[in-house]
């Protein structure tokens, strides 16, 4: 994959928070402040832009460029998860022109792993990571089984993860959340689906899309 497939991954999830917005909201203002939805409107919308305006020559730099934008864009907690999560992908993919499914499997482990150090988060603690990490698994199994993905199949294996993504975001309802704003509500926020979960499987349902394209 070159460098047009993640240019698609960024304007789809542009697209999604957009559209998703408003539940994203909802769901945020049960646990949190009410603001999931416009930080990640804001910081997605510019992100695709500062894409679109410097035209990155490499999946990796794109990446970083997306990240370090999220940084600066979107408040509250999001931002930096988020922004820490594509840097870090970024880095992983180095400067190569294009990269493999093996080379996007380990870019997301990476990307994971500095959502998990910077958050200080893991399973079940509901978090974003609770639906990063089924996703990022999947996806690894698929590439260990066979690094050669066509791009048929690479699509396939991101569609599973894109699955396991949304239903690890479904899993933290009934979980008490032991991170981030919404661990000081304690046991009221059990019954609640986490707003950051929840847009983590929107990203990864993107990342599906743009390479079914």
Do not use: C
Not at 59 to 80: D, E, F, N, Y
Not at 200 to 208: D, E, K, N
Request: no cysteine; proline share 4%.
């Amino acid at each position: 994959m070159d460098t047009e497939p993640f240019r698609v991954w960024i304007e789809e999830i542009a697209g999604s928070v957009r559209a998703e917005k408003d539940t994203l909201t909802r769901l945020d203002s049960a646990i949190g402040d009410a603001d999931h939805g416009a930080n990640l409107e804001r910081g997605f919308d510019a992100a695709l832009q500062a894409v679109r305006d410097r035209a990155p020559a490499t999946p990796g730099a794109l990446l970083t460029l997306v990240g370090t934008t999220l940084i600066r864009k979107v408040g509250g907690a999001s931002g930096p998860l988020y922004g820490t999560a594509f840097r870090e992908a970024g880095r992983a993919l180095g400067e190569a022109p294009s990269v493999s499914a093996a080379d996007l499997a380990g870019a997301l482990e990476a990307g994971l792993a500095g959502v998990v150090k910077l958050g200080s988060a893991a399973e079940g603690d509901k978090t974003m990571v609770d639906a990063l990490t089924p996703a990022v698994e999947t996806l690894a199994r698929a590439v260990r089984q066979r690094e050669d993905l066509t791009g048929r199949e690479l699509a396939e294996a991101l569609r599973a993860a894109a699955e396991a993504a949304g239903e690890g975001a479904e899993a933290t309802i009934p979980m008490q959340a032991r991170k981030g704003r919404a661990s000081y509500l304690g046991p009221r926020s059990v019954g609640h689906q986490d707003p950051g979960a929840t847009s983590a499987a929107l990203i990864v349902s993107a990342l599906h899309r743009a390479v079914a394209r």
